[in-house]
């Protein structure tokens, strides 16, 4: 994937349409797991093609 786009607005999941800054809010506030943020927001409940990189965004974050 590509790490350099940062664009907060780019959206991560289609089927649900969460951006990239909706999805990094929720994990600076601590929901730490894809199952609670799928929970949430509704991400990676339907087709699962968003899975990697949402993944990706959590990893980020608990490595910083
Ligand atoms: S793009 Fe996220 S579930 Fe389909």
Same mark, same amino acid.
């Given at each position: 994937? &590509?790490?350099?786009?940062?664009?907060? #607005?780019?959206?991560?999941?289609?089927? =649900?349409? =969460? !951006?990239? @800054?909706? %999805? @990094?809010? %929720?994990?600076?506030?601590?929901?730490?797991? %894809? &199952? *609670?943020?799928? *929970? /949430? !927001?509704?991400?990676? =409940?339907?087709?699962?093609?968003?899975?990697?990189? /949402? !993944? @990706?965004? %959590?990893? #980020?974050?608990? @490595? =910083?």
């Amino acid at each position: 994937m &590509d790490s350099a786009n940062n664009d907060p #607005e780019q959206v991560i999941c289609y089927c =649900s349409g =969460s !951006t990239r @800054q909706q %999805l @990094q809010e %929720l994990i600076n506030q601590g929901v730490d797991n %894809l &199952d *609670r943020l799928s *929970r /949430i !927001t509704g991400a990676c =409940s339907g087709c699962g093609g968003c899975e990697y990189e /949402i !993944t @990706q965004l %959590l990893a #980020e974050k608990i @490595q =910083s």
